[in-house]
């Protein structure tokens, strides 16, 4: 195993520039989701994919290719093995907009290579990441290594968006035992992330005109012959959110991983709409009219949950706090709120791979090797798209390289890095695929 990795290293060591003029040639194909910015010169996430398959064409690797979305293609690609040792490596290629360019040192799709790095909207989120799984295996194949087990990469669109893509790829069955996910860890080794949802919590007031307004430091109680005050949604929601702060509090309190640092069990209030009448949309009809006293308001949350958490222990702790806040008025006690769960099909099943795997070894033992800094193993902040892969079975890490300008003006990938990752990937697929 080890004269194999050896000559796989080898085969990137004689050429070098191969992954870094790979990430240039992807980063200068601008492919913005277009959920985000609609603009047919930027939303080229199809260019992008006809790149990556003509390269692994080249390496021998058959390859399917559908779309997700119209004119928004997954590219699936394999050499045959056995599945007892079957490994995915996975990138996705849409990325976020560039923002205002004047701001930016260099042109945002330029994919320079200057000053150790190279430049562009997508550098090290994640088209190094991309161009290091392809690299990496083009240098197993020049090496003349066979495995033993079948080597699957998934490059897919959609994941800046919610990782759609990545779904799809799953849905249709496109797994393995194991999969890397390359995304941006700056040689690190994690195999650990939080879960994440968004759910929809809707509160019921009473409308009425604002003149009849129930106030709680003057009440008018309702008299015969006289219209019914109305109960002001906007003012329940705002006692909500007082309530969802101290229930969000409990659980950073008292929901911790290992590998996380504290305090990341976070429920965000990302959207709130207030207003008459509940549309078709499940939002407020009417959102102008401050004279009508509002019956509906809807709360939109990032909901994040700790790595050893399951999703169903989590809704029904949240749905019990609802409950019993609810319980507390008299109002909603006959007319309690309503949550939604999973809003626009968004979920991110948690990662919770054991510290211990054979994958997390294997990583961190090759990562060791030829890394300037030993790889520390911990959890991600955020969500990827190792959750979907995770959510179906297969056994997921995170490893990727280092950069800077992550969503942010002047984003860059570290070519040291970008060789590095190369190297650990070659590796790992040696390591967990093996050979014939």
């Known amino acids: 195993m080890n004269d194999a990795i050896k000559a796989a290293w080898a085969a990137i060591d004689a050429d070098p520039d191969h992954v870094v003029s790979l990430t240039s040639d992807l980063v200068r ?21 006809d790149l990556v398959e003509a390269r692994l064409h080249a390496d021998g690797f058959g390859t399917e290719r559908w779309d997700v979305f119209p004119g928004r293609p997954n590219v699936v690609a394999n050499w045959p093995g056995s599945e007892e040792k079957s490994f995915i490596l996975c990138g996705h290629v849409d990325v976020v907009p560039a923002g205002d360019a004047k701001a930016w040192k260099r042109e945002p799709f330029s994919g320079e290579v200057a000053d150790g790095r190279v430049w562009g909207r997508g550098a090290v989120d994640m088209k190094g990441g991309v161009a290091a799984c392809i690299a990496a295996a083009h240098a197993v194949r020049k090496a ?71 106030n709680s430091i003057y009440p008018q109680p309702h008299v015969a012959g006289r219209l019914e005050p109305g109960v002001n949604a906007i003012e329940l929601a705002a006692r909500f959110l007082h309530a969802l702060r101290d229930f969000e509090a409990s659980r950073g309190r008292d929901n911790w991983h290992p590998l996380l640092p504290p305090g990341l069990a976070t429920i965000n209030p990302g959207v709130i709409r207030g207003g008459a009448g509940m549309g078709p949309d499940g939002t407020p009809l009417i959102m102008t009219n401050a004279a009508i006293i509002p019956d509906v308001v809807t709360l939109d949350l990032d909901f994040k949950f700790m790595p050893d958490e399951r999703f169903e222990d989590v809704k029904a702790e949240f749905e019990t706090f609802v409950h019993h806040f609810a319980a ?59 959750a979907h892969y995770a959510g179906a079975g297969v056994v997921p890490v995170i490893y990727g390289p280092s950069g800077d300008g992550f969503h942010g003006n002047d984003e860059c990938v570290d070519i040291a890095s970008l060789v590095e990752t190369t190297k650990v990937i070659a590796a790992a697929i040696i390591d967990n695929c093996g050979t014939r």
């Open 328 to 386: 507390a008025d008299a109002w909603m006690r006959d007319n309690p709120p309503k949550i939604l769960w999973d809003l626009f099909d968004l979920n991110f099943p948690p990662v919770n791979t054991p510290v211990d795997h054979p994958l997390v070894r294997s990583l961190v033992q090759r990562a060791g090797e030829v890394q300037a800094r030993a790889p520390e193993v911990k959890g991600f902040e955020a969500v990827t798209d190792a």
């Open 144 to 214: 003349g290594i066979e495995l033993e087990g079948r080597l699957s990469i998934h490059t897919v669109v959609d994941e800046e968006a919610g990782g759609f893509g990545a779904m799809d790829a799953v849905k249709r069955g496109k797994l393995a035992r194991r999969a890397l996910i390359a995304e941006p860890t700056w040689g690190n080794v994690v195999p650990a992330e939080g879960g994440l949802t968004w759910v929809r919590v809707t509160i019921f007031g009473k409308a009425a005109h604002a003149g009849w307004r129930f």
């Open 29 to 49: 194909i601008p492919s913005v989701n277009p959920k985000f910015q609609q603009d047919a010169a930027l939303n080229r996430e199809a260019a992008v994919q």
